[in-house]
């Protein structure tokens, strides 16, 4: 890739991720359709669904996804993943496909096509699972990691969850009796297979920031099935599965935490 050429595709990722910060803001001061994101997902009940304060994360990720933006403009160090010239062009393209896929799924969700949503969420949940393969086979340093690494670590992360609620949705959209009159049964299955990808994730890329999006959206259930504006302690079953899951991502995240501070003392 020649200069020019690098220099158009760092105003790409920049310019695709303001269009991606201008639809998400969108939804909440317009908002998109008349209806908040909230009040979309609140037209398709389930137990599921994590508490509306968890939805701040969105904040974080925008935040380090920012941050990512910034440092693709500086100019790499040398050994760095982004000294390599396909691994740049690689990132960069797949980051503003990912910016795409988002604002599409906005205006998806936003405008009630929920069978659109699942389509493009799952386009974008294909497109972090590449990224985050790609960033696990490289090592970073402090500055890499804090803006390569971290942001598309918890990006993956809640999008992992964020699929799996669209998903759910879309089932209550459906009406399909056997999910409908087995919520609960359902819900607990849903949260037991969302916690062997969760786990598997992490010791398959070793990425803390991942587990870290997953723990917050699995507390974010625990506190909607807790709150009395919620589901006010209905379904014991849910609760209880949700603290087993929450036990379990901090015990996985604490493991990588320690074979992570092994490789450290193994390298010096």
């Known amino acids: 890739m020649n200069k020019e050429d690098s220099s158009i595709a760092k ?11 201008g639809t998400n803001a969108a939804a909440v001061l317009l908002p998109l359709n008349g209806l908040t994101t909230q009040e979309v997902s609140d037209t398709y ?21 920012g941050a990512f933006v910034v440092y693709q403009w500086l100019k790499p160090a040398a050994g760095s993943f982004f000294s390599d010239q396909k691994n ?7 980051f503003i496909l990912s910016s795409i896929l988002n604002s599409l799924w ?19 949940l294909g497109v972090l699972i590449y990224i985050n393969h790609l960033l696990a086979k490289m090592s970073f340093k402090v500055i890499g990691f804090i803006c390569v ?8 992360g ?7 609620a669209n998903i759910t949705a879309f089932l209550v959209d459906k009406e399909i009796p056997l999910f409908q009159n087995n919520q609960v049964l359902w819900t607990v299955i849903i949260l037991l297979v969302g916690l062997v990808i969760i786990s598997t994730t992490i010791l398959r890329n070793h990425n803390i920031a991942y587990g870290l999006a997953t723990l917050w959206a699995y507390y974010g259930i625990l506190l909607k099935h ?8 209905k379904y014991p079953m849910i609760i209880t599965t949700v603290i087993i899951s929450l036990v379990i991502i901090v015990v996985v ?16």
């Open 158 to 164: 809640w999008i992992t969850i964020a699929t799996i």
């Open 253 to 268: 995240c604490l493991y990588e935490v320690v074979q992570e501070i092994k490789k450290q003392k193994n390298v010096i």
């Open 88 to 94: 740049r062009k690689t990132l960069r393209l797949t």
């Open 45 to 65: 009940p389930n137990l599921f669904a994590p508490a509306g304060l968890t939805f701040a994360i969105w904040s974080v990720i925008y935040l380090f996804l």
């Open 106 to 124: 906005l205006f998806a969700w936003q405008y009630l096509q929920i069978d659109l949503s699942v389509i493009i969420m799952l386009g974008l």
């Open 11 to 21: 105003w790409l990722v920049t310019l695709s991720y303001i269009i991606m910060l």
């Open 149 to 156: 690494r971290v942001p598309f670590g918890i990006y993956f």
């Open 226 to 233: 807790q709150a009395a504006d919620g589901w006010n302690s």
